[in-house]
């Protein structure tokens, strides 16, 4: 039940005319302090049509206002502050948390329609960086989010498997390589002779036209440098799904951009056709104007495609293939002015649906405050980072409980589940330092607190020896600790909705933060296993937690282990 809404109906029963329903729910505030209650309305958008002052028009609707499940009124100056009637709020919640399970909170405003997210997008012949945990992840999370609420995504890593990088590469493999060393460790050999080119090109610029050149015969079919892409992408997409299953992340497609090399020259006809292309210094481009953009290069002087006409088929042949209702591209912030382009180049070209396309920016993961470089060889390998966060998980779990089985698979889930939630904890746009001291902590807002949270309750239920909750019963509680819990589980769908409507994990990992802290506070204030009338409705309590902590952490992509 939407109380915000219950709350409103009956203000709106007073009211009348003079703010709608939708209005009401709208101006409903969640007061700062518990001391003044569980909603609150401000008078003063009725001043002007009352014709009095707010404080007044409290008073006078603190009087009048009734409803059901509000226990009391207070009148603060403009303020009516509503207390919720907490036995029989608690009771509702928890009987629909009980018997929905992992089902509550979901929905069908998605009618199953496709939703195509573009992400995580690794360069082929260079490893999985640090760099490519944002997208990949908030991309992941996102996917579960659109589940949850009816649609069906479709999970696309789109390959960096095509461009200049690989004449580079060639070129740069064909002077320093050789074939058993990339045999003996492809992406590391690989990146080896990526960073010597550029440090070699500075001193001698002709490696450069070297390196086009060798891109140029790839581009058209040569059959050495065919053989030698081939060769570099296979090995890498071994190493890469390597990562992905440690982060337990699948994809529906690998379609990266050599895919759309024969779906461009349909892109530019297109263009033509709507008249929209114009030739400036011998570089074909859309001019853009109107809508306050640079002009879109489209191809450059010598014939050469461009990222954006690579995104135009792509967004072309993805609205074809999938007939999308939203199409997602989880890519980085500093990516926003070509996603600009390539929506208003689309609509251009008539393509209305270009609307439905939505860049998801992220900020930066830094170390030390600095942005980590491929190319001047500065990167932190993402396996790497997973291995030190399961090693330091594995060390606290031996401290903290030495008997627990499975400890090295426990240690697993909680490492790497630490690594993701604290990428999706941060507001998605916000830059964040990353130190595996910070991440991988079992206190503060971690992922291994809320996973241990999860866990305690799955411990207290086992204590219990109870088989299972009954939930044909009206649970009540009334005590304030229990009912800072009821009201974040009673809040969950509406978070979920506020997730996929701003396309932000971090809504449902702070849902999960705040979820364990309150339990934490319930169980250092309550004796939840004392053998008296309220037990089973504590121990019911505690199964919503549990269930509801679950969910939470597996909408962003992390585990629950069920002991630690």
């Known amino acids: 039940m939407d109380y915000k809404l219950t709350v409103a109906q009956a203000l709106n029963e007073q009211i009348g005319e003079a703010l709608s329903i939708e209005q009401i729910v709208n101006l409903l505030e969640k007061p700062k302090s518990v001391e003044h209650g569980d909603i609150a309305f401000p008078a003063f958008a009725l001043a002007k049509a009352y014709r009095k002052a707010p404080q007044q028009i409290a008073a006078e609707l603190g009087e009048s206002v009734t409803s059901p499940i509000v226990e009391k009124i207070e009148v603060v100056g403009p303020y009516l502050n509503f207390f919720l009637n907490k036995q029989g709020v608690s009771a509702a919640v928890l009987k629909e948390v009980l018997e929905q399970g992992a089902h509550y909170g979901d929905s069908m405003i998605g009618e199953n329609k496709n939703v195509p997210i573009d992400m995580s997008s690794p360069n082929i012949a260079k490893p999985i960086s640090m760099g490519h945990l944002r997208s990949t992840v908030i991309g992941n999370a996102l996917a579960n989010i659109l589940t949850k609420v009816g649609f069906n995504p479709i999970k696309i890593n789109h390959l960096g498997d095509w461009g200049t990088q690989f004449g580079k590469l060639i070129v740069g493999y064909k002077l320093w390589g050789s074939e058993e060393a990339v045999k003996e460790n492809p992406i590391g050999e ?20 070297a390196a086009r050149e060798w891109f140029k015969k790839l581009e058209d079919g040569d059959e050495e440098a065919l053989g030698l892409w081939k060769w570099f992408r296979d090995e890498s997409l071994k190493e890469f799904n390597h ?35 114009t030739v400036n210094d011998g570089a074909t481009i859309v001019d853009l104007e109107k809508y306050n953009l640079n002009s879109a290069l489209i191809k450059k002087s010598d014939g050469a495609t461009l990222y954006i006409t690579r995104d135009l088929a792509a967004a072309i042949y993805r609205k074809r293939t999938y007939d999308f209702a939203l199409s997602l591209y989880a890519v980085g912030n500093e990516q926003s002015n070509h996603f600009k382009q390539l929506k208003a180049v689309l609509k251009e070209m008539g393509y209305n649906w270009a609307d439905d396309m939505y860049h998801i920016p992220f900020g930066l993961i830094t170390q030390g405050g600095k942005k980590l470089s491929t190319r001047k060889g500065k990167i932190v390998l993402l396996e790497e980072v997973l291995d030190d966060a399961v090693a330091s998980a594995l060390e606290q779990i031996e401290e903290k409980n030495t008997d627990l089985p499975n400890k090295e698979v426990v240690a697993d889930q909680v490492g790497i589940g ?32 809320v996973q241990y949270t999860r866990a305690r309750a799955m411990s207290i239920l086992r204590k219990s020896g109870i088989a299972g909750i009954d939930t044909t019963v009206n649970y009540h509680l009334d005590d304030a600790y229990s009912w800072e819990i009821v009201k974040l589980l009673q809040s969950y769908p509406t978070d979920v909705l506020r997730a996929y409507e701003k396309f932000e994990p971090s809504v449902i990992a702070k849902h999960a933060i705040h979820l364990a802290q309150a339990f934490n506070k ?20 505690v199964q919503a937690v549990a269930t509801i902590l679950k969910e939470d952490l597996r909408l962003l992509g992390v585990k629950a282990p069920d002991q630690m």
């Open 418 to 449: 630490a690594v993701i939630f604290h990428d999706l904890k941060n507001d998605r746009l916000n830059n964040f330092d990353f130190t595996i001291e910070e991440v991988v902590r079992f206190e503060g807002e971690t992922g291994p607190y």
């Open 522 to 541: 319930y169980y250092a204030n309550s004796k939840v296993l004392a053998d008296d009338a309220q037990r089973p409705a504590r121990l019911a309590l």
């Open 243 to 277: 990562v992905y299953e440690r982060l337990d992340i699948t994809f529906d497609s690998f379609n990266g951009e050599a895919f759309y090399n024969d779906k461009m020259q349909e892109v530019v006809d297109l263009l033509e056709e709507k008249n929209v292309l």
């Open 190 to 209: 690989l990146l080896r002779l990526y960073v010597q080119f550029h440090e070699e090109a500075e001193e001698k610029p002709e490696l450069d036209d």
